[in-house]
């Protein structure tokens, strides 16, 4: 097992060098949830793939620390296995973002993940489909129809539930980040020259300088929810807008779905009125359902109000950053215990495929979450996961140049602990398939 790895490590330190993913699509090992990363020659593996569909599944959740559990990490790779035997290999992809909102540096992510799928899977597959599912969560009323398929008119939020997503008051957060930056004054370095943020204007001089964006910071650069229910149907629109108008995804007939999560049923339910059809992802979470009705004092801690034990920066592929392998390691290092199962409240996560690149600036909704996190759940033990030491290291850079989540690391003495894949993957003897979640 430890030459395998060691085998595997070698491989993906060179990839991870020139930041540009080795393709996980060579072999398939029917054990295991992904196509595993060996030494077979393409052409061969191409060979045995090429009458097989491809599906891309990506996931644009919230960062909440209850938006995952051992049911849903479980049934999924079930699932994966099934439709591999009907001919469909399934790649899952996470995007966590507070608030779940369709930013600009979750469309990035999106277009990066595509991108890269389209370059490694040229030829590999007979055909490729692409499907994004925007999930919020919130607590619904019992007067609400919580079947699988539904519509916003069938449904209510339940006023001030803990169960609600707390950026329905993300406007609020912008404004104790405004406040922070006005209080702390920090000295801030930019391609314009050197600055001391002591007004609104320098905020505004901030945003513009490091993060390209011209207006104000609470409200603009960071919205609030307007309303739960309708939420991830008005970030499906502004996807399906950017994709109409972006030739490079406009022709991949690229399907949204929308659904609200609700922690009191342990369930997803759709929105949309199951439109588009997504075989995979409906059979998928109907069957977390069913389960889920008979784990209900297994899956206790998802209903409750979110109090997590730490958070998680990581990156958007789990085969570089699990955060089930993230979890494992802080039980270890607390000395919790813990049987391997993966536990919902326990870890929140923001995640997204360019948070290796150390001098581009996190986007509103990473910074908030990150803050909100901080701040109001007194997360400061923040694990940062690459897949190596390297990896690990850009991300850690990342923070600190920039200079919201900076301030936030200092004025709240956030400790940020590196941890990487590769070296957990060593330490619980497990192979990156084993180990990675699939969302």
Not at 175 to 199: K, W
Request: proline share 4%.
């Amino acid at each position: 097992m430890r030459e395998q790895n060691e085998q595997r490590s070698t491989t993906n330190e060179q990839r991870l060098l020139t930041n540009k993913p080795e393709s996980k699509f060579t072999t398939f090992d029917s054990n295991t949830l992904f196509f595993s990363q060996t030494s077979l020659p393409l052409s061969k593996a191409n060979k045995s793939q090429q009458q097989m569909k491809q599906e891309v599944h990506i996931l644009l959740g919230c960062a909440d620390a209850r938006d995952l559990n051992q049911v849903q990490i479980d049934t999924t790779r079930e699932f994966i296995k099934k439709y591999k035997e009907k001919g469909i290999h399934i790649e899952m992809r996470v995007i966590r973002i507070a608030g779940s909102f369709a930013s600009r540096e979750a469309i990035n992510d999106i277009k990066r993940t595509i991108e890269i799928n389209q370059r490694e899977t040229y030829g590999n597959f007979d055909k490729t489909e692409y499907y994004i599912h925007i999930q919020t969560h919130g607590h619904l009323d019992d007067q609400s129809n919580k079947d699988y398929i539904s519509h916003i008119y069938e449904m209510n939020i339940v006023p001030g539930s803990p169960l609600n997503c707390g950026m329905l008051e993300a406007a609020s957060v912008g404004i104790e980040i405004e406040q922070m930056l006005l209080e702390e004054r920090p000295l801030v370095e930019t391609p314009r020259g050197v600055f001391r943020v002591d007004t609104d204007e320098d905020i505004q001089r901030l945003l513009k300088d490091v993060y390209a964006h011209e207006g104000y910071l609470a409200g603009d650069w960071i919205r609030s929810i307007d309303k739960l229910r309708t939420h991830p149907r008005l970030q499906k629109s502004v996807l399906e807008q950017v994709i109409r108008t972006d030739p490079a995804m406009s022709r991949l007939n690229i399907k949204i779905t929308a659904g609200i999560q609700d922690y009191s049923i342990h369930g997803l339910i759709r929105l949309d009125n199951g439109v588009p059809k997504a075989p995979f992802w409906d059979d998928v979470q109907r069957e977390i359902r069913k389960r889920s009705e008979k784990k209900k004092g297994d899956l206790s801690m998802q209903s409750q109000k979110q109090k997590p034990l730490a958070g998680l920066v990581s990156l958007s592929d789990p085969q570089l950053s699990s955060r089930s392998l993230a979890a494992q390691y802080y039980f270890d290092l607390k000395g919790l215990e813990n049987n391997g199962a993966y536990l919902a409240n326990t870890v929140f996560n923001i995640s997204g495929s360019g948070f290796d690149l150390p001098y581009a600036p996190f986007g509103p909704y990473a910074n908030a979450g990150f803050f909100y996190g901080v701040a109001h759940l007194n997360l400061t033990d923040q694990m940062v996961m690459g897949y190596d030491e390297e990896q690990t290291e850009r991300m850690i850079k990342k923070i600190s140049k920039d200079p919201i989540m900076a301030l936030t690391v200092k004025k709240y003495n956030v400790n940020l602990i590196p941890i990487n894949q590769k070296t957990l993957l060593e330490k619980y003897d497990r192979v990156a398939e084993e180990a990675a979640e699939v969302f």
